[in-house]
């Protein structure tokens, strides 16, 4: 009995080492799987976050690019009104020139004439372009 009592106090001791040390492995993996989930807690709240500002990011960016486009094109459409005005400018140029061209020919043909008939065909010139 004695023997059995003594294996029974050395197998009792050593299971009781043996026990503290599991339930010490255990507490300190429970540590370990709380530290665990907080750490995936943060990195899920901060990907999460991320994920917002990125969101938020591209719908900025997507407004500002809209916004540009929108611009590009009231450019587009003014530049489009500058060369037509340009194309009518030049227009009125060349008439402009052209009736230079031809008051500049008058004035040679009245220097050309006499006088006395000078006074005269002004006044008729006159009163056609009055008419």
Partial sequence: MKIIEFLKNV??????????????????LRQQKVELNHTLYEKTFSEDIQ???????????EKKVVSLSDRIKAMQSDVNSVYQLNDELFKVRQELQQK?????????????????????????KLKDSEQ
């Fill in 51 to 61: 994920r917002r500002t990125d969101r938020e990011l591209i719908s900025q960016l």
């Fill in 11 to 28: 197998f009792s001791d050593s299971l009781q080492k043996e026990n503290q040390q599991l339930i010490a492995e255990i507490q300190e």
């Fill in 100 to 124: 230079m061209s031809e008051i500049e020919e008058l004035e040679r043909f009245i220097d050309c004439l006499p006088n006395e008939f000078r006074a005269v065909w002004v006044q008729k």
